[in-house]
Every structure is written in structure tokens, then in C-alpha cells.
């Protein structure tokens, strides 16, 4: 029997969660839901499934010395470090080559390092599924969440007929992948019930995985080949990484394989999924005062309503009279913003990259 | 020539300015506005009118230490301690035995210590026209503000007919003291012109001010004598203090001696005034961005509006599309409120001290 792989993808610039994130210090190597970080919770949700010796995380360089911290159980060499961030495209394909190298036919899940999952259980049910499905037959399996609102801020698939089983659950073709739609579009594709969203989970046996790519991506295929032959030749990893990444194509998985891929399946979640995409979407995960205030740490509120407040030991956040803001503080910066804008803060952060002596901020 | 004297009233319990201020460190002991804490700006500006040598401050035991350290000018046994707050009756009452101990014949000026004063000279041209004027007269001498707005937060008095003039300047009769007025009422005292704010600037000779006591306040007028006569009999002050201060009655010197006393007199200021009494009052000392926010230290701003943002060494403070907000930083505490409503800080402070080890905080 074929042997699981995971492939966690931990890239991310540290913005979405500013003060918090940082460039060195994304998101996956926060707390943001949970007491541990994203990645450690992702790297725990999978015990039992797939053993450390079987998990390859990808990252940006920087990032790798944190990840080992955070991560001790998973072998040092097989925390990467991409050089430089080339898009999941790129990445998919590493860790195709790399699971692939270690064992031809080993099955990977490629699995974002940062989605809030709650139902472990669940969450292994669906895996298992996938990894036997993707086992016995060349198709690319995904896992689908069944949306919960007319999110515009996800990609969907639309599943269309039944094409089996895996572990007694229903597995489906994937008719189409869509970018994220307008609310209008969203809105029937929650009436319409096929239309899953895309969550950037992928299982497939990694020799499958290499040949998609060589079909629709032969340019990053070439790229793998190359950095293939430069491993056998002796290279080290990070020196032939250094060689190829450079000359790789940044694009997205979804674009350069999936939308283009005729054998592509899914099964529905049988757990609950969030990719926690900025501050306010803590609130789903936190139990709120009557007053609707979610809070982390010493916070004092008077008259207040509707407001996510997070601070750090020891520093007493204050709100009075204030509504359905942000104020997220930490040492050596506070945000505030109203909760509806919390998805500019890219904006921001260019007007506090331009302050003299930025760095030590971002 | 009598002598000119200066009693500075450094009361205050911090709260106004929370999270800077505090107990230990109330608005006096800030640079709330300016480069130098309120209380060294307000000895500075006395510069050449009233030597250090014949300046008393009256302030809390407990901030004896910082005012020495902030005003080093001062002969140290004239910054003193009072065991316990008893409003502004006592304490001018104090000033006044003080005064009088020293010198007879002393005139002394009671003085706020928090006061935003820009124009010294014009400042010193009022104060010198006052201490010759109650030199020279039975008259408790103030010196009124010119209303700049219909304020509702300040008391008024109206003056009468006009009794003489000092330093070429001419002085009123005082017919009444008001209280704080409804903004009707202010509007009308506004359009009337002869009420002006009363800031609680008293110039009179020290026994003349204890005759006031006297008729007005026997009891703590009595309470002055016993203090005489423990310094007499060689009590230290703290000892004296500490015996007969207990024993005050609690109530402002307006209430206990002003509003009754037929000697009182008025100049209009010669210069202007603010006691800054709240955060967004800075604002009035401060200048704008184009978008109207004021803001102190490092902050960095996306479609943010009128707002005060007040942040201290390294620590930055980030908007984004908010309005009208009060944001202050401190290392142990960040304030969130509408400029609108930061006269209820009071109120988020009695949240702030029933939450678990507050005393930190307040």
C-alpha cells in the first residue's frame, strides 16, 4: 500500500494579521485561532495519518528556523526554504518532485499551513478518503468545503457526476473551477448546492502530479527537471533551489494545472473549514460578551459594542464609546480600524513602509 | 513695595489624561501641551514677577517628589504636601498662612497648575496690573477670560462697574459668580459680554484673604489658626498638616469665600487660556493635517479624519478609515474613544479598576 505524504504550504508576507504578523513572523507562526500556531495545529491535525517523517513543509528561507521551532517533530531537512516565493504552482511541483524522489509512489495532500479547522476528526475522515481515492485512480483529488455564506473572497469548483466512493464517502468530477464571483454570482452558487469552495487542497499521487504538470505547466516541469538532475548530480537542496527558483514561472496552482486538468475530483469536506483571512473573522472562533466585543488579553470596555480587541501581556487596551473597530495592539505597534476595512491594511501598511525607519515594523 | 508671591495649586488625580496621566502622574506632571510638563511651564512663565524664592506649590504628598524633581527651581520646602485632598477652600487657605508667615505684607497669586497660557507677556502684564491692584486695595483681585465659545465646562462671573485702574489697565466690580451654565445660558452670557469664565486665579494680600476666610469660612479658618499655632508651638508642617488637614471641611474656595464676599474685583485677562481639560482639546494647541488629525510621535495614517493620535518613543500607531477618534498609547496602555465622548473617561476608568491588578494601570 501506498504511503501518505503531506505537503504544507507555509508562504504568506505577514499582512493580513499587522501588528501581529510581521515579514518575518506570517501568520501560520501566530496563534491567531488556538493557542498554538496555525502550523503547529496543522502539523498536529494530521498525527496519526501521516507520521513527521512524511510531512515537508515549504516556506520562505527566512521563515525556516522559526517553522523548526515551532515544529520539532518534523525533520530539519524537510523544512524548505523556497529562495524566493514563486506562487503555489512552483510549490506544488517541489513538493511533488521531493515526495517523489523520496518514494515513487507516495500519495501527497498539498495543505495550507494556516486554515482554522476545529473538526480533527472529521478533517482525518475526509483525508483518508482522499489519500486511498488518489491511490487507486490518476485523478487529482480535492477536498471541497460546502460554502457556509456568498463568500466573494474564495474560489469555487462545481462537482459534477459521482464517480465512486473512497472509505464509504462520495467522490465527484470537478466540472469547472471559478475565481472568486461577484456577491450576485456567489449567492447562486449557494442556491445552486454543486458549487463547493476551492480551499487549495490537493491529494494525488506525486508521479500523477509531475505528469499534470508536464501536460499543462511544461515550463515549471522542465524547471523540476532540472533541479531533479542537479539533486543526482549531488547539488544540495538549497543550492539547486537557488539555480531553478529563479527561473520559475510565478503563478498559481489553480491557473497553471487544476483549470486546465480534465481528471480532477472532489469530495465534500466532512469538517468545518476557515482560512481566518483577517482580523474580524476572529470572531468566528471566540465567544463573544453581549455587547458582541470579542477580546484577547486585559482589555476594559465601556460602552462599547462590536469590537475585536487584542493586546499582549501585561497592556490594558481601553475602549470607550467605540463600535465595530479593530485594535490590535503589541509592543512596538497598535492598529485601529473599523472592522468593515480590515482588508485594506495592505493600504496602510504602504503608508508605514514609506515612514523612515519602517523596517522595524513590518 | 509689598512682595509678590505665587501659590500654585497642583491638585489633580490623573484621570483626564489617562492613559498618560495617572495617579502618581497626573496632567501637571505631563507635557499635555508644550515640550515641558505643565507645572514647569506655569513657574517658568512667572519668570522675573515672582522669584522661585516666593513661589509655594500645594500638591498631593505623594507627587511632592516629581514636582521637586520638574521644578528643581523651588525651594524644596515650599512644594508641599498635603495629606489629603480638600478641594481648593483649603488649600487657598493654606497659601495664604504660608504667605503670611513669611511676609505680613505679602500679596499672593493662586494659580493653577495644568493652565495652557501662550502669551507670557501678556500674562505678566495682567498679573503685574492684579498684585499692585489687591497691593493696594481690600479687594480679593481675579482676572477673568473673554469667553472664546459658549463653553458649558467652565464657570462664569459677571462684572460690574468699573472701580480704578492698575498699570494703566482698568478693573471691574464682580457682581456674581455662576456656576456651570447650559449652553443657552452660555450663549446668552456670550452675546451679554460682561461675564467672563472664572479660571480660578485669585490675586490678594495673604491677611486680607484670611479675613475673607474668616467671615465667610469660620471653620476652616479655624482650622488655619490651630495650623498657625502647631507651627508656632514648632510642629513641622507635615506633622501640623497632617493633625488639622483631617479636620477640613471638603468644598471649593468659589462656594466657601468667592461667591460670598462683596471685596471681589476682575481683570480681563490680557492673554489667552485653556485648561486643555480633556484629550481632544489638544487639538486647539496643535497643528492639523489636511485631513484634521493631530498627532504626537510615530503615526501612520490611510483615510483616517480628525483624529488625535498620541503615541510615545518607537511605538507606532496605525489608522486606517477612522474619524474622530482619541488614540493614546502608552507602554502599559492604549485609550480608543470618539473625540465626542472623552469627558466619560471617568467612567471607563471605574471599569479599568475593577478589573484584577488595575492599580497598575491607574
Redesign the interface.
Known amino acids: 500500500m501506498s504511503k501518505n505524504y503531506a505537503v504544507i504550504m507555509a508562504g504568506g508576507r505577514g499582512e493580513r494579521f499587522?501588528?501581529q504578523s510581521r515579514q518575518a513572523r506570517p501568520k501560520h507562526l501566530l496563534p491567531i485561532v488556538g493557542e498554538q500556531t496555525m502550523i503547529a495545529q496543522t502539523v498536529a491535525r494530521l498525527t496519526g495519518l501521516v507520521p513527521p517523517e512524511q510531512i515537508f513543509i515549504l516556506t520562505n528561507a527566512e521563515h525556516v528556523a522559526a517553522i523548526q521551532a515551532v515544529c520539532p517533530e518534523i525533520p530539519t531537512d524537510q523544512i524548505v526554504g523556497e529562495p524566493m516565493g514563486r506562487d503555489t504552482a512552483a510549490a506544488s511541483a517541489l513538493g511533488a518532485l521531493l515526495v517523489r524522489r523520496r518514494d515513487p509512489e507516495g500519495v501527497l495532500a498539498v495543505l495550507a499551513a494556516d486554515a482554522a479547522i476545529h473538526d480533527s476528526a472529521g478533517f482525518q475522515k475526509s483525508l483518508r478518503a482522499a489519500y486511498a481515492t488518489a491511490a487507486q485512480n490518476d485523478f487529482i483529488v480535492t477536498i471541497g468545503v460546502k460554502p457556509a455564506y456568498p463568500a466573494t473572497g474564495y474560489g469555487y469548483l462545481r462537482r459534477g457526476e459521482k464517480l465512486g466512493e473512497g472509505e464509504g464517502r462520495p467522490w465527484y468530477r470537478v466540472v469547472k473551477f471559478v475565481e472568486k464571483p461577484d456577491l450576485a454570482t456567489a449567492e447562486r452558487y449557494l442556491a445552486e448546492g454543486d458549487y463547493l469552495w476551492n480551499v487549495g487542497m490537493f491529494i494525488v499521487r506525486a508521479a500523477n502530479f509531475e505528469t499534470a504538470f508536464r501536460l499543462h505547466a511544461p515550463a515549471i516541469a522542465a524547471g523540476m527537471q532540472d533541479l531533479d538532475q542537479r539533486l543526482n548530480a549531488g547539488d544540495t537542496l538549497p543550492d539547486a533551489l537557488a539555480a531553478v527558483y529563479p527561473t520559475l514561472v510565478k503563478i498559481s496552482v489553480d491557473y497553471a494545472v487544476m483549470e486546465k486538468a480534465a481528471n480532477v475530483a472532489v469530495f465534500e469536506a466532512a469538517f468545518d473549514w476557515d482560512d481566518v483571512g483577517e482580523w474580524p473573522a476572529i470572531v468566528r472562533h471566540a465567544v463573544a460578551d453581549a455587547a458582541g466585543n470579542v477580546t484577547r488579553g486585559?482589555v476594559?470596555?465601556?460602552?462599547a459594542r462590536g469590537n475585536v480587541a487584542v493586546?499582549g501581556e501585561?497592556?490594558?487596551?481601553?475602549?470607550?464609546?467605540?463600535e465595530d473597530?479593530v485594535?490590535v495592539?503589541t509592543?512596538?505597534?497598535?492598529?485601529?480600524?473599523?472592522k468593515?476595512?480590515a482588508q485594506?491594511?495592505k493600504?496602510?501598511l504602504?503608508?508605514?513602509a514609506a515612514?523612515p525607519g519602517s523596517a522595524?515594523?513590518l
Chains 1, 2 share one sequence.
Request: glycine content about 4%; hydrophobic content about 50%; aromatic content about 8%.
Open positions: 499587522w501588528p486585559d476594559a470596555l465601556y460602552d493586546t501585561g497592556h490594558l487596551i481601553a475602549l470607550l464609546g467605540v473597530l485594535v495592539h509592543p512596538d505597534a497598535t492598529l485601529v480600524c473599523p468593515s476595512r485594506e491594511l493600504k496602510l504602504q503608508v508605514v515612514k522595524r515594523w
